[in-house]
């Protein structure tokens, strides 16, 4: 995987040592996480889901990638605001979470005047997890049915 390669769809399900770019990286508890010198998180899990908004014609995408760390016994998102701008880099953010529930919370969009949401990147990696995840299968479902009650 070179800088800027991150893992693909087939590589869900995959259990293996990654090395993920983090400008930001947050422990459960919201306190700064330790990072390599070369600004990578490290972790020792699986590839649950992977969701991206990329489409050919645009010069922008996000991606959103959801781990298991099998060794921290948690969840890692990893959100990454991907350019094809000359001169433009990866801006990428490592969160992690104790529970399934943490995950959604970390992926709900809010923005001001407007409801919460799910960007449609971070449905699909969280959709492609619960199908990895029995606990991300049932808070995403608990999820789904509490948005359509209030819908």
Same mark, same amino acid.
């Given at each position: 995987? @070179?800088?800027?390669?991150?893992? %693909?769809?087939? *590589?869900? %399900?995959?259990?293996?040592?990654?090395?993920?770019? &983090?400008?930001?990286? @947050?422990? &459960? %508890? $919201?306190?700064?996480?330790?990072?390599?010198?070369? %600004?990578?998180?490290?972790?020792?899990?699986?590839?649950? $889901?992977?969701?991206?908004? *990329? #489409?050919?014609?645009?010069?922008?995408?996000?991606? #959103?990638?959801?781990?298991?760390?099998?060794?921290?016994?948690?969840?890692?998102?990893?959100? &990454?605001?991907?350019?094809?701008?000359? $001169?433009? #880099?990866?801006? @990428?953010?490592?969160?992690?979470?104790? @529970?399934?529930?943490?995950?959604?919370?970390?992926?709900?969009?809010?923005?001001? $005047?407007?409801?919460?949401?799910?960007?449609?990147?971070?449905?699909?990696?969280?959709? *492609?997890?619960?199908?990895?995840?029995?606990?991300?299968?049932?808070?995403?479902?608990?999820?789904? &049915?509490?948005?359509?009650?209030?819908?």
């Amino acid at each position: 995987m @070179t800088e800027h390669e991150l893992p %693909g769809d087939d *590589q869900v %399900g995959e259990v293996r040592e990654w090395r993920l770019p &983090a400008k930001t990286s @947050t422990a &459960a %508890g $919201g306190h700064a996480r330790e990072r390599t010198s070369d %600004g990578h998180v490290a972790l020792r899990g699986r590839l649950l $889901g992977l969701g991206e908004s *990329q #489409v050919d014609w645009r010069p922008r995408w996000l991606e #959103v990638r959801i781990f298991e760390d099998l060794d921290a016994d948690e969840y890692v998102v990893h959100t &990454a605001g991907m350019s094809r701008l000359p $001169g433009e #880099v990866p801006l @990428t953010r490592v969160e992690r979470s104790k @529970t399934a529930d943490g995950v959604i919370e970390r992926l709900l969009k809010r923005e001001e $005047g407007k409801e919460t949401y799910l960007s449609i990147p971070a449905r699909r990696a969280l959709e *492609q997890a619960a199908l990895e995840d029995e606990d991300l299968r049932e808070a995403w479902a608990e999820h789904r &049915a509490a948005y359509l009650a209030a819908s």
